[in-house]
C-alpha cells in the first residue's frame, strides 16, 4: 500500500523558489501505470492541480502554473520534488502529493498535506 509524505519548508518569502519533497513507500514511483500528483488548496478554496509526474517520468503542468512550476523525481530515493518559483501571497496552500493507478477512478493514496505560508 503506497503511503506518501510530503516534507519542506512552512514558511517561503515572496519572490523565492517553494520547494517540496513527496516521500513515497510502500511502492516504487517507477510501478508501471502509477502517477504522482501534487495539489494544492488555498485558504477557503478547492483543490488546484499543479502537475503530474507518471511512472515513466513523463511530466505534465497545470498550464496556469507552468511557466512557476517544475516536477522532478530522484528514483534511488523514491522522492517526488516539487518546485513553485517567484511565489507570492497567493501561493499559499496545504500542499498534497496524491498517487493514483490510472486503471483507477480515484486517488489510492494522499499525503497529509503540508501548509506552506507565503509572508515577508
Known amino acids: 500500500q503506497v503511503q506518501l509524505q510530503e516534507s519542506g519548508p512552512g514558511l517561503v518569502k515572496p519572490s523565492q523558489t517553494l520547494s517540496l519533497t513527496c516521500t513515497v513507500s510502500?511502492?516504487?514511483?517507477?510501478?508501471?501505470?502509477?502517477?504522482y500528483f501534487w495539489v494544492r488548496q488555498p485558504p477557503g478554496k478547492g483543490l488546484e492541480w499543479l502537475g503530474t509526474i507518471a511512472y515513466s517520468g513523463y511530466i505534465d503542468y497545470s498550464p496556469s502554473l507552468k511557466s512557476r512550476t517544475s516536477i522532478s523525481r530522484d528514483t534511488s530515493k523514491n522522492q517526488i520534488t516539487l518546485h513553485v518559483s517567484s511565489v507570492t501571497p497567493e501561493d499559499t496552500a496545504v500542499y498534497y502529493c496524491?498517487?493514483?493507478?490510472?486503471?483507477?477512478?480515484?486517488?489510492?493514496?494522499w499525503g497529509q498535506g503540508t501548509q506552506v505560508t507565503v509572508s515577508p
Open positions: 496524491a498517487g493514483k493507478a490510472r486503471s483507477a477512478d480515484d486517488f489510492g493514496a
Open positions: 510502500g511502492g516504487s514511483i517507477t510501478t508501471t501505470y502509477y502517477y
